[in-house]
């Protein structure tokens, strides 16, 4: 089955630097990964996703990109802000079918903290 | 428009007991799935809902079972709960039906189960 890395696990950056997080998926099935920011005692929230067609997609200041080649997927996050702060976790999902259609994948989280 | 739903917020059971959990999706989505999230980890698939029967499961043993209604609710149960049970369990939902299915899974606020 699919399994997701991804790293850091956790993150620590002054306030309007730059944040990147990486994962690396194993099936080259997944055609579909989705990046949520969970917050202390609340419910993980979709930030923003991406499908294999396309290389890169962009959200005000938060970007995905995807290598398939590599199978490896990035989020990143300019000019963070102290509200930027939670754990965010990466996914991939298979949408064509198969064993894996509509299953989630996660990986194991990435705690950020953004120092004011 | 409401979101997902979920109840109870919180749940403390004993060791052997059975528990049922229950899921309302999102207003529009026709498809539920359920995660397990242990503590400072990633929600793990336990299985999803989609036309009242199970489409998809997870590595979860078969105490874990679950039902949809024709509303598109769902209920989780977990007999002869074990205390690695303890956990917050999700539902999430998305849209699988028609020429236009969106594969987003939207969570809700999770139910907090404790086993002792």
């Known amino acids: 089955g699919e399994n997701v890395e991804q790293h850091p696990s956790t993150l620590s950056v002054q306030e309007g630097d730059s944040a990147v997080i990486k994962c690396t998926y194993s099936d080259s099935a997944s055609n579909y990964f989705p990046w949520y920011k969970q917050e202390l005692g609340k419910r993980p929230q979709l930030i923003i996703d991406i499908r294999s067609n396309v290389g890169e997609k962009k959200d005000q200041r938060i970007a995905v990109t995807l290598n398939k080649t590599a199978k490896h997927f990035s989020l990143h996050i300019t000019e963070t802000q102290p509200e930027d702060s939670a754990v965010y976790f990466c996914?991939?999902?298979?949408?064509?079918?198969?064993?894996?259609?509509?299953?989630?994948?996660f990986g194991q989280g990435t705690i950020l903290t953004v120092h004011p | 428009d409401a979101g997902v739903t979920q109840s109870p917020t919180h749940l403390i059971k004993t060791r052997g007991q059975q528990v049922t959990l229950r899921c309302s999706p999102k207003?529009?989505?026709?498809?539920v799935s359920w995660y397990q999230q242990a503590l400072g980890q990633g929600p793990q698939f336990i299985f999803q809902y989609y036309e009242e029967e199970e489409r998809q499961r997870g590595n979860f043993p078969d105490r874990f079972s679950g039902h949809q209604f024709p509303n598109y609710s769902s209920e989780l149960n977990v007999n002869a709960l074990l205390l690695g049970d303890s956990a917050l369990y999700l539902c999430?939902?998305?849209?699988?039906?028609?020429?236009?299915?969106?594969?987003?899974?939207?969570f809700g606020p999770g139910t907090r189960l404790t086993v002792t």
């Open positions: 207003s529009g989505h026709d498809t």
């Open positions: 996914a991939a999902s298979n949408l064509a079918g198969g064993t894996s259609y509509g299953k989630l994948t």
């Open positions: 999430a939902s998305s849209f699988a039906k028609g020429t236009s299915p969106t594969y987003e899974q939207y």
